[in-house]
């Protein structure tokens, strides 16, 4: 039985507490007013096994991992992106982020050193046109105009064909990216990969990027930092 947390005053919440523990064969909750014996409860953290998700110290191993992933060079830059592909997972945003790197469509500013993206039109996959100001201090100087990086590729490890996901096909197209944005062609949304083949995609990424809405806890960031 998995009991939500209730308020203290709440008639619910005092009838829960009067019974659940002692009729219930077991609890998880995140309420601490339960009162429980000690002794019969059982601590489940959040965690990775290490043994499973560890760094591989062959550097060309892992290059030839890199090459069979996605083909990118040893001197290219990879981002890996491991999560389901649901509407609360934003990655569909993995796009256009491949598109303002691969076209370097962003301006930096001067003063805050942070970066301003130009507009996009997402049809035809070209910058509509280039912000002069900066979106996070307000300056009016010209912003140093980013570099384009065609040697960043990204990488997302997820089903194509969720029920309830983005079509992420059809991104990709919109935004002409099919070059640096790369799939794997074999998930399914009930059918993943072993954990030795995961730890290897993680070793393949030079860095690790998870665009959310929510998590229930998200561990493919704990198993990407192991």
């Not at 659940?20 to 609890?27: H, I, K, N």
């Not at 290219?76 to 993995?94: E, S, Y």
């Not at 076209?103 to 805050?112: A, F, H, L, M, P």
């Not at 949304?189 to 690790?208: H, K, M, R, W």
Request: hydrophobic share 35%; glycine share 8%; charged share 25%.
């Amino acid at each position: 039985y998995r009991a939500p947390p209730l308020h203290k005053n709440s008639r619910p919440g005092r009838r829960r507490r009067r019974w659940l523990p002692e009729g219930a064969r077991s609890v998880v909750t995140r309420d601490p007013r339960f009162k429980v014996n000690p002794l019969r409860v059982r601590v489940i953290p959040h965690g990775v096994d290490t043994g499973a998700f560890h760094p591989i110290q062959d550097r060309g191993q892992v290059a030839e991992l890199r090459r069979e992933l996605c083909g990118v060079r040893p001197e290219d830059t990879l981002i890996g992106c491991v999560a389901r592909n649901q509407w609360r997972k934003h990655v569909a945003q993995l796009a256009p982020l491949a598109w303002f790197l691969a076209t370097g469509s962003y301006g930096k500013c001067g003063s805050c050193q942070r970066l301003t993206l130009d507009e996009v039109d997402n049809v035809l996959g070209v910058s509509r046109r280039q912000k002069m100001k900066c979106e996070w201090c307000g300056q009016g100087q010209m912003l140093e105009r980013g570099i384009p990086r065609p040697d960043i590729h990204l990488y997302y490890h997820g089903s194509m064909n969720e029920p309830a996901g983005w079509d992420l096909r059809e991104v990709v197209r919109s935004h002409r990216v099919e070059s640096n944005l790369h799939f794997s062609n074999r998930l399914r949304s009930t059918v993943g990969v072993p954990d030795q083949e995961l730890c290897q995609i993680y070793n393949c990424f030079d860095a690790f990027i998870l665009p959310t809405a929510a998590e229930g806890f998200g561990l493919p960031i704990l198993e990407a930092m192991s």
